[in-house]
């Protein structure tokens, strides 16, 4: 009788055992799924806001040089647009000082920067509440549509980290408030520009062009570099010279290309 009941106690013990044992390994299962999931589901949240973020900057620096050079025909600030050029570049720096005498300012994001000029009106820019064209901030201009054709507009862009955040993030700075730059998109870590002239056989950095030969461009390599969130592990990204790199801080990265045409440019001698 003893017996029987310790071996129907051993049973039970082991019967119990094994279902605890079961119970753990379907949880443990589920845990692994549910956080292979989620980790999945951050990554792919991660690389539609890194897209997007790529994709926004690059439009928005794509529409302003196809601009670059516009001036209407009756224009009377069409003279000064042209003999300033249509366009200034940086290498790793970012253009600084008067529209018509910029020069360059070392950045530590080691983003290029562009100026790009035209004049700006009713059909190029949207006007403000006081009829005024605008530029990339949406900030009016000194002339009124009413008074003249349009006004000269010098869109500056470039790449920084946040002051108060630290996160990095595109900036533009207008000619409606000068020297006063504002974010347009975050996690863009760093601009790259290169410049073809007129019957070259390959680009330049902004560095190796002449005053002259910025009214010989005629298009420009645009790339975007943007950087998303922490990851688990570091992650390999190709940045903008086309080095594949190890991103040392764990933060996925991707790059975006355009290759914009510059149809309005005065056409100087190189």
């Keep these: 009788m003893m ?3 310790l071996r129907i106690r051993g049973h039970t013990l082991l019967e119990l055992t094994i279902a605890v044992a079961l119970g753990l390994i379907v949880t443990a299962g589920a845990i692994s799924l549910y956080r292979s999931q989620r980790f999945a589901l951050v990554r792919a949240n991660d690389a539609a806001q890194m897209h997007e973020a790529g994709m926004t900057a690059l439009t928005l620096i794509a529409l302003q040089l ?3 050079g516009f001036a209407p025909v ?4 069409a003279t000064l647009l042209f003999a300033s050029g249509a366009l200034f570049g940086c290498s790793s720096a970012r253009p600084a000082g008067a529209d018509d005498r910029l020069t360059c300012e070392a950045l530590a994001s080691r983003s290029d920067g562009i100026a790009i000029r035209y004049i700006a009106d009713n059909v190029s820019t949207w006007p403000s509440a ?3 064209p605008t530029d ?4 009016g201009l000194a002339h009124t ?3 003249a054709p349009g006004a000269p507009v010098v869109n500056r862009f470039y790449a920084r980290a946040s002051g108060s955040t630290g996160e990095p993030e595109l900036y533009c700075e207008g000619s409606g408030s000068a020297g006063s730059s504002q974010p347009l998109v975050e996690g863009v870590e760093r601009l790259r520009f290169r410049y073809w002239l007129a019957g070259a056989s390959a680009a330049l950095d902004a560095s190796a062009l002449t005053l002259a ?12 570099l943007v950087r998303g969130a922490r990851d688990a592990a570091p992650s ?6 086309g080095v594949s790199l190890l991103a040392p801080d764990k933060r996925a990265r991707e790059t975006f290309w355009r290759r914009v045409a510059i149809r309005n440019n005065s056409g100087g001698e190189t």
């Design 236 to 241: 390999r990204y190709v940045d903008c010279d």
């Design 136 to 139: 990339c901030l949406g900030q």
């Design 145 to 147: 549509l009413a008074d």
């Design 66 to 68: 196809q601009m670059a």
């Design 130 to 132: 006081a009829a005024q």
């Design 3 to 5: 017996r029987s009941v």
């Design 213 to 224: 030969q910025w009214r010989s461009v005629v298009a420009v390599d645009v790339c975007v």
């Design 74 to 77: 009756d224009s009377p600030s």
